[in-house]
């Protein structure tokens, strides 16, 4: 079985700031693949990041980037430069490889202030 | 290129009628999943489909909700009847298996509310 977990209920992040949102893994799986999805206040779920569990590098798109520590059961999101329309949800998601459904997160909403 | 296109965006009907939704994946995406999302929890796997053969459906109600994909493209999901507890967004995902990354994209959801 996989299981996500998200520690942090809610951030705060002032506006041009960095901001890391935790996430934590367990799985038996030897091979999986991770994900970060941004869910708005509109209800859509938008994929911003993955990362395979054999992957040497980090992921990075764009502004944001996945801080993977394989031996931790870690893949921690940091969004760099935030902006006001960073405002969201946020759920990490893993699945096995190959088509499998996503387990999720409870989620962390982030907050970006002026 | 459309992403996934799901209707209605949102519904309310009472207890014990029954509703359907309807979802149109990403052309040639072979894989179409359902999730039911609660307030304040992440999305929970209801059907997986690989075309339009249901290969995980353990977390379906069986007894009231039913799906079908035909032809493998456009799918429909329904509640039959409805009960309080179904009130939830209901997401519609899909993906290509490419490699090893299979990103899922989602649509908008349906948000249902029962009274």
């Known amino acids: 079985a996989q299981k996500i977990t998200q520690t942090q209920p809610g951030m705060f992040v002032q506006e041009k700031e960095a901001v890391t949102l935790d996430c934590t893994y367990d799985?038996?799986?030897?091979?999986?693949?991770l994900f970060w999805y941004k869910q708005p206040s509109s209800g859509e779920m938008i994929f911003l990041i993955y990362?395979?569990?054999?992957?040497?590098q980090n992921a990075t798109e764009g502004r944001y980037s996945l801080n993977f520590q394989k031996a931790r059961k870690s893949a921690n999101l940091v969004i760099s430069a935030s902006q006001l329309g960073d405002s969201a949800m946020y759920f990490c998601?893993?699945?096995?490889?190959?088509?499998?459904?996503?387990?999720f997160g409870k989620g962390t909403s982030l907050l970006v202030t002026p | 290129e459309a992403g996934v296109v799901q209707s209605p965006r949102y519904k309310i009907i009472e207890k014990k009628q029954p509703v359907a939704f309807w979802c149109n994946p990403i052309s040639g995406h072979n894989t179409l999943y359902w999730y039911r999302q609660n307030l304040g929890q992440g999305p929970e796997l209801l059907i997986r489909y690989e075309n339009e053969e249901a290969v995980d459906d353990s977390q379906l109600p069986k007894d009231r909700f039913s799906a079908e994909r035909l032809k493998g493209v456009d799918s429909t999901l329904k509640i039959q009847p409805a009960e309080l507890g179904d009130s939830a967004v209901y997401l519609c995902?899909?993906?290509?298996?490419?490699?090893?990354?299979?990103?899922?994209?989602f649509g908008p959801g349906t948000r249902l509310l029962v009274l």
């Open positions: 998601a893993m699945s096995r490889l190959y088509g499998y459904a996503l387990n």
């Open positions: 799985t038996s799986d030897p091979s999986y693949g």
């Open positions: 995902a899909s993906s290509l298996a490419f490699g090893q990354q299979e990103t899922q994209y």
């Open positions: 990362q395979g569990s054999y992957d040497q």
